[in-house]
């Protein structure tokens, strides 16, 4: 909400792959997906180097044939391959210097099986294990936050094609609508809903940040790790032969030139489509754009705070409250104005055609009608209420009167002038600035009907059987309409007992 009270306008950016659509087309569980997807990468790695080792173990029995069945360990390509850089210098460069140097290896030591079982092969089974539960740990969390997101979305479209369905039903019924689907009431849900979403995008945005900048670090640790048990292997088998130890030196030597980050700078270059920018700007709602926002039947023809006198009593005073007239020609009355705390839903709504309004006096004004808000008993069954409101001055009244004047149409006008909060229904009559009678019965020909409202009723009539004389002793009630032979019409409440219009 801006400064004045009114609902912040969202300003389209244009792009329909762009962030600012309220429902992006980017699945946001790509990233963690990708991710995931690595993390299997580096544990068929992890394995890989696990099982040449093993196998290096075993075939010092058997040098040369079991040489070649190690050979086959590594033979083929890495399972998720893709995700390291093909080129000389990384991980699929060091599968390819290991595959040429094992080919050549023709014999080796049966004292080297218990060394490597015993020194190398616990180093790379701690850093499976690693990569396991790293694993978990991303399931568990920025998985989780990814699917928050996509059950926000939905909850968002759904909402959102409520609204076009809403206002195509406004265009075609000539804006007759029921309250609850008023346009401008879908559209601050959506902005509700919205918020929503765009703290479970954002929240799962920070988590796969977070996922990211750690990421580099736990591969420095992979590599750091294999980097080590290379290097433990590399003192297990020394004591070979000169050609045995200068191939297996030649393996570790391509392992330890691997750059710490050269495999993870290699895939964000090749993902940078799919990964999330570190430095780009977080989701705002004063940036998103969603179809119909800006549809004449989601903007309130005026809205603003009025001060509405309590239906409990005049001891009560005023209470002030948020209210809107809208196209449909519904006065909605809320809370206040705040879009995003809760969902938005009006506590009353009247129909201004189906209401009677009164006059303007000062700051104040009365709207007679029926409560056609969700939920509440409506129909025949409805009961009228008379509402008192007070702007905060007679401008400010003038213009609310002038607004719900031509949305209820014409025949709904009374002469009925709002009532002081102090006085007494009788006294209520006399109010100041108030000229009584009305221009069109000072003309002697012309008989003002006799003011009843809050009279008991056995003085009512007492008035109505005195007919002209109660006339000269008491002013123009506030309700009364001229007649054309000088009668009371039956808005004057004569004829009737009080509560029936």
Known sequence: MDSTGKPLAFRPTGGSMSDD????????SDTAGLLLERLQAWKHACGYLENYVSATEKAQKAQAKEFEKILKTVNDPLKQGHHFDQSLGGVAGLFENIRSNTSGIASAHLETEKNLKGSVLPI?????????????????????????????????QKHIELLGQHTATFASSGGKIDSSNDPYVVQRGINHRLNKQVLEENNNRHDLIAVQDNFQKFEAHIIQVIQQAMAAFLQVVGAQADRDKFMYSDMVATTQNIPLDFEWKGFTSRNANLLIDPNGPTRTLTNISFPNQDHASTKP??????????????LKGYNTGYYAVTPSKYLHEFKDDDDFRKDPTPELSLYLPDCTIGAVSGEKFNVKGKDASHGKVSGAFAMNHELAFKAHTPADAEKWWNVIREASGPGNMTGEMPTSATSSPVESRNVSGQQYPPPQYQDKGHVAPVQTQGLPQAQQVGQGSAGGMSQHTHNTPMSAKPGGDGAPTGNSGVARAPGQY
Do not use: M
């Open 21 to 28: 659509d309220a429902v992006p087309d980017k699945d946001p």
């Open 124 to 156: 790379l089974d701690r850093l499976h294990s690693e990569i396991k539960n790293k694993t978990k740990e991303l399931s568990s969390g920025a998985v989780k936050g990814s699917k928050n997101v996509d059950k926000a979305r939905n909850t968002t």
């Open 301 to 314: 023809l005026i809205a603003g705070t009025l001060e509405r006198k309590s239906r409990a009593g005049v």
